[in-house]
């Protein structure tokens, strides 16, 4: 299967993860939500990423590139948007 949205591992009481769907979604970019609290090999793939910490936000591009806990001037760069 080829992954054409972005994953975005995040937890629901992470207030930089409800800042980047906010931005997501007013931008009308399309990802996949995968709460690392509710899913443990989610979890350990974030682990695997952000050395050994659950480290939120964690957005994986579909060429496998991926971005921990990044500044939302950082995924606007990425993804080609304009931020503020």
Do not use: H
Request: hydrophobic share 40%; glycine share 4%.
């Amino acid at each position: 299967m080829i992954q054409t949205e972005l994953l975005f591992y995040g937890t629901e009481w992470c207030g930089m993860c409800r800042a980047t769907r906010q931005f997501f979604e007013q931008n009308a970019v399309p990802y996949r939500w995968i709460d690392i609290d509710k899913d443990e090999e989610a979890a350990r793939f974030v682990e695997s990423v952000a050395n050994g910490f659950r480290s939120v936000p964690t957005i994986v591009w579909p060429d496998g590139s991926f971005l921990v806990e990044p500044p939302l001037w950082k995924l606007a760069e990425k993804l080609n948007l304009p931020y503020p």
